[in-house]
């Protein structure tokens, strides 16, 4: 059973219906889950060890290794219908879009910490903290997530360039029957 069969078979109907129509949307929120946590794994592990004074930089680091992580993972399988472009193009499009949604992935960390003074001294170190994980993996990650998989679909990985791979003899691992 796949990952997707496996989420689809726990989930009620008429959330199942929904969900098998939205199957790449589905895939791309699991992906974009295991990202999160790559991404929240590096950003506190180097904040609070080596780049302790330099969050948005350590930021920008993790946001960096999560997004390899994230083509790995979308390019075969959240969107492995999609594309037929040459690797090496195919790969620059996906940075080009989610360098720019490293940009707006920070655009609320740096706001929080630099522009509203949310650090310490002049606020808690708890609040620091509330503020950082608020702001950057949760506001920021959410608008860069719209804007990644809007920029996927559209430029990345279009669905006209997609029918040279689903018509190869490629067995279809997450087709799941309706119920």
């Not at 999160?36 to 904040?47: A, I, Q, R, S």
């Not at 903290?129 to 990345?156: C, P, Q, Y």
């Amino acid at each position: 059973m796949t990952v997707v069969e496996s989420v689809l078979s726990r989930t009620p109907e008429p959330f199942r219906s929904v969900l098998i129509k939205h199957r790449e949307l589905l895939k791309f929120a699991i992906v974009g889950g295991t990202t999160f946590l790559v991404d929240n794994g590096v950003w506190y592990l180097l904040k609070l060890t080596v780049l302790e004074s330099k969050p948005t930089t350590a930021k920008a680091i993790a946001i960096i290794v999560a997004t390899i992580v994230s083509y790995i993972l979308n390019r075969e399988w959240s969107f492995r219908t999609r594309g037929g472009r040459e690797r090496h193009h195919e790969a620059a499009l996906f940075f080009v879009i989610s360098g720019i949604a490293v940009v707006v992935n920070l655009i609320p960390l740096y706001t929080s910490r630099y522009i509203f003074d949310l650090e310490v001294p002049h606020v808690t170190r708890f609040v620091q903290e509330f503020a950082d994980f608020t702001s950057g993996s949760i506001i920021g990650m959410l608008l860069a997530m719209f804007f990644r998989f809007w920029g996927f679909k559209k430029w990345v990985f279009p669905d006209e360039l997609g029918k040279r791979r689903r018509d190869s003899d490629e067995p279809d691992d997450d087709v799941v029957p309706l119920r």
